[in-house]
Structure formats: structure tokens, C-alpha cells
């Protein structure tokens, strides 16, 4: 269903650089970007909601997961993280403690200094979440052929390599 979905949509806007326009084109094109890749995440989602975890998730208890399955992490670098205050990022802290998913480490040379990290939970939580995503795209995968596939695999690629760029700088 949501592959039809998004083959009707395939009206892919070429920029046109005759008129010096170019800048116009990159936009529109950045803005189907967007759009095909919100409506794969919808359908994604809702097939995801099925599977709905036990431990019922906030989207920003999510990407605090997320965040803390990189590593350890300080409450201020989470609450950056989540454009938050540090008390909003230390209650949902909390939560996720009271769930089993996380834990406060203080650190052996400054007493000072307490970071958070994932429990063995937690990790798991973060394993059914990929898992569940993986599914998803492989599902999607189905509906492609090898050709196409590669092709799907080096534009990732591209955006994976500019995304990298553009959040790794200063």
C-alpha cells in the first residue's frame, strides 16, 4: 500500500539551471526528499505501532535511548540533545530509571560527575526498536528489484555521507 502510495508521487522535479534558478530546483527537490522519506517513516510506523513496545515509549524517552545507546552521556548533553531544560531531561530520566532502562554512573575521579547510560534493558529495548525498523525495510526491499536496489543503496549512502558532513561539523 505505502509502496503505490509513493510510486503515484513520482513526479520527481529536475533542477533546471538554464533559467538560474538552481537554488529554486534544490529546494523543491529537498522537499520531495522530506516528503517520500515522512511518508516511508509513516508506513513504517504504523506497521512499527503493532509491535508497540511493552515499555511504551515517549518519542523523547526514544531519542534519549537512542542518544545513550552511543554512550554514556552527561544530563546536560541530554537535555541539549532534546532542546530541553535540565530539569524536563533529568524527570524523563527518571522515568526511564523507574522502567529499568537506564542508569546514573558517577564517575571514579570526581564524584562530581554522574553520566547516564543504557541497562542491559535498555539495550534490548534499543535491539527491538532496530529490529522492528529493519523489518520495515526489508519489506520494502521486497518490492524492488536488485537494480533498483542498488540504486536506493547509493543515494542512501550519499545522504548517510552529507548528513555525517554536516552534523560532525562545527
Request: proline content about 3%.
Amino acid at each position: 500500500m505505502l509502496y503505490n502510495s509513493l510510486v503515484k508521487y513520482n513526479n520527481i522535479i529536475q533542477p533546471d539551471d538554464s533559467d538560474g534558478d538552481m537554488e529554486s530546483g534544490k529546494n523543491e527537490l529537498v522537499g520531495q526528499l522530506v516528503e517520500y522519506l515522512e511518508r516511508t517513516y509513516a508506513g513504517m510506523r504504523s506497521e512499527a505501532s503493532e509491535q508497540r513496545s511493552e515499555a511504551e515509549l515517549t518519542l523523547p524517552q526514544l531519542r534519549t535511548l537512542m542518544m545513550l545507546s552511543q554512550g554514556p552521556q552527561r544530563m546536560g548533553a541530554i537535555a541539549q540533545h532534546l532542546n530541553s531544560s535540565l530539569s524536563s531531561a533529568t524527570s524523563m530520566i527518571d522515568r526511564l530509571l523507574d522502567k529499568g532502562l537506564v542508569e546514573r554512573v558517577s564517575s571514579s575521579e570526581d564524584r562530581r560527575v554522574v553520566t547516564c547510560q543504557l541497562t542491559a534493558p535498555g539495550q534490548e529495548e534499543i535491539g527491538r526498536f532496530w529490529s522492528i525498523g529493519r523489518v520495515g525495510m526489508t519489506r520494502i526491499a521486497d518490492y524492488l528489484s536488485v537494480d533498483e536496489l542498488r540504486r536506493v543503496v547509493d543515494a542512501i549512502k550519499l545522504l548517510y555521507e552529507a548528513g555525517q558532513k554536516a552534523f560532525d561539523s562545527p
